[in-house]
C-alpha cells in the first residue's frame, strides 16, 4: 500500500510488515506502526535483520525529510497535535475494514494540512 509518493507499506503477517522508501531504502520491518502528527508520521519498527529494534524516525511531509533526531522525537511526545496509531494489519483493512478507512480518513486530513500549510507560506509542493 503506498503511504506516500515513493514510499509503500508492504504486508506480510500480522506481525510482520515492512516500510520502504524509494529514496531512502527500507526504513522498519518487522512489527511497524505509524502515528500521524500535525504535518507528518512517524514510523516505528525493526530494521533490516531485526538487530536493530525500535528505530524510531519521523516522516516530516512539509520539509520532505526523514528525521530521526532525538530532539524531534521528544518534542513530538510530548506534542498535543498527536492523531491515531496504527499497525500494518489496521491501517490495510486485513481483518475489519473500519480501521481502514479511519487510516485513509487520517492520511487524507493530515495531506490537507500539508497543502494548507504550503499555501500559507505560498509554496507549491512538488
Not at 506502526?33 to 514510523?43: A, R, S
Not at 524516525?57 to 520532505?64: A, G, M, Q
Not at 526523514?66 to 498535543?80: K, N, Q, V, Y
Request: charged share 25%; aromatic share 14%.
Amino acid at each position: 500500500m503506498e503511504i506516500v509518493p515513493g514510499m509503500v507499506w508492504e504486508y506480510y503477517s500480522q506481525w510482520h510488515s515492512r516500510v520502504v522508501s524509494d529514496k531512502y531504502g527500507v526504513i522498519a520491518d518487522g512489527y511497524v506502526q505509524i502515528t500521524f502528527y500535525k504535518y507528518g508520521f512517524d514510523i516505528i519498527g525493526d530494521v533490516g535483520d531485526c538487530s536493530e529494534s525500535g528505530r524510531w524516525v519521523y516522516v516530516d511531509l512539509v520539509r520532505n525529510v526523514l528525521d530521526g533526531r532525538e530532539d524531534t522525537h521528544i518534542s513530538l511526545i510530548r506534542c498535543d497535535e498527536k492523531f491515531n496509531s496504527y499497525d500494518a494489519g489496521s491501517a490495510m483493512g486485513m481483518f475489519v475494514k473500519e480501521p481502514h478507512h479511519l487510516y485513509l480518513a487520517d492520511m487524507e486530513a493530515l495531506k490537507e494540512r500539508v497543502a494548507k500549510k504550503f499555501m500559507q507560506e505560498g509554496v507549491r509542493p512538488l
